[in-house]
């Protein structure tokens, strides 16, 4: 379910530049994946190249979480509301989700 934030932009936009950068990198690391499976790697090394995929994507979500945080929750909270309980909803799911994963 997507909601709107109380102003016309998202916590993270600041930073958009830097996230594209990372997701980027990311998808070229899943194409280098892809490679080598083809080409047979040892698994090792697939694996050790999984882990840093992984961690990469742990950090974009670290990031995006603390940008909802210090900025969609934090000016939810402060108009109050049913708005405020939406909010720290959604981010105690995020990171639930995140927790799981």
Known sequence: METIALD???GYIH??????????RIEGQARGLQRMVEEEKYCIDIL???SAMTK?????ALGLLDEHLSHCVVQAAAAGGS???EKVRE???AIARLVRS
């Open 48 to 50: 050790t190249q999984v």
């Open 15 to 24: 930073n958009k530049d830097d996230y594209l950068r990372r997701l980027r």
């Open 91 to 93: 981010a105690s799911e």
């Open 8 to 10: 016309s932009q998202h």
């Open 56 to 60: 990469a994507l742990q950090s974009v």
């Open 83 to 85: 708005e405020a309980e």
